[in-house]
């Protein structure tokens, strides 16, 4: 029987054989498998592929424990979200970090000046999300690991100089980067791990400086479908709505826990996926409390306070949760 298979499978396939990294072949062979046609013509090439990314997961995990193998761009994820600011040599994306947290970033007049990635925790309200600075992006000769780190995170942001007389190359070479990457596509298999060009945004840093405006105007006519925000580190403006959106960009919700009886914790939300549900809520608080859930009450989003609700109940930002078992 002949496999039959589509022109996205081979796009799929021709990425895995350019890939890099395990991680881009993983997310290759992903593609793959989700959206080879399933018949029996096909039973033999899903059983290869299947047998490649099992032993890619082997081999990533056996990496990942290795205390011999230092990547810089696997950061741990801490806080609400990892976010990930990306763009070309003296873009601004230290900057931005610099002012929206305490990292100690190395800001300088010259490009090449961050050498690895570096962490910040950018607060807001009660949450702290983690934000990491790139290496310039020469799109030339990105590492396979810069690649991964993208992948990993849950938000991507692209920082432009957007007084430079570049603005709107540094923008399009970045996109088409990330296009030609595979981490922006139009549409994403179930399973695979990317964004389309809505989830961006475009942070247009340094616009204090002369011809800002009239790039910003060119920019948002060539890039509709892309969030453009525009602030300058320099005299601080717009920097006060980067934390809210950098939160609206992770889609979470904060949850806070009540002991039966006593006051609900306030100080120390637990972060949830939206549409994260009671049982998933207890499974972050211990595991035995999910196992042995019977209902919650909830305050916040219910009808009334202390409204009891089932385990599969969805609940909403800021809701209190008291868990029964």
């Known amino acids: 029987m002949p496999a039959n298979l589509t022109p ?37 090439l899903q059983g290869q592929l299947k047998k490649k990314l099992s032993k890619l997961r082997e081999e990533g995990e056996k990496k990942s424990k290795s205390t011999s193998t230092y990547n810089p761009y696997r950061i741990d994820k801490e806080g609400a979200g990892q976010i990930i600011l990306i763009g070309l040599p003296n ?39 983690q934000v990491i600075d790139t290496p310039p992006l020469v799109v030339e000769d990105v590492l396979g690991e810069m690649v991964g ?14 007084g430079s007389g570049e603005a709107l190359d540094q923008l399009s070479s970045t996109v088409d980067f990330l ?53 300058s580190v320099k005299i601080g403006k717009g920097l006060e709505e980067v934390p809210r959106i950098f939160f609206e960009m992770l889609d979470v919700i904060r949850i806070y826990s009540k002991i039966p009886g006593k006051e609900p914790d306030m100080d120390a939300p637990f972060v949830l996926r939206r549409g994260g ?40 930002d800021r809701d209190i949760v008291e868990l029964h078992t």
């Open 277 to 316: 549900t009671v049982l998933e809520f207890a499974q972050e608080v211990h595991k035995d409390l999910a196992d042995g859930l019977e209902k919650a009450r909830i305050w916040g989003s219910a009808k009334f306070d202390g409204q009891p609700v089932p385990r599969d109940h969805v609940l909403a």
């Open 149 to 162: 780190a993208i992948q990993r995170a849950e938000a991507v942001v692209i920082v432009i100089d957007a």
């Open 8 to 44: 996205q499978y081979y796009e799929a396939e021709k990425a895995y054989k350019q890939a890099k990294t395990v991680e881009e072949k993983i997310s290759a062979l992903q593609e793959m498998l989700s959206i080879i046609p399933k018949h029996k013509g096909t039973e033999k």
């Open 179 to 231: 296009e030609d990457k595979r981490l922006v596509r139009e549409e994403i298999p179930e399973g695979v791990k990317a964004f389309r060009r809505e989830d961006l945004l475009v942070i247009a840093n340094k616009i204090d400086l002369p011809g800002a405006g009239e790039n910003l105007e060119i920019i948002n006519e060539l890039y509709p479908d892309l969030r453009i925000l525009p602030i």
């Open 91 to 129: 873009a601004g994306k230290s900057s931005v970090l610099g002012a929206l947290s305490n990292a100690k970033v190395n800001i300088a007049e010259f490009p090449f000046s961050t050498g690895i990635p570096l962490a910040g925790m950018v607060p807001h309200e009660d949450v702290n999300i």
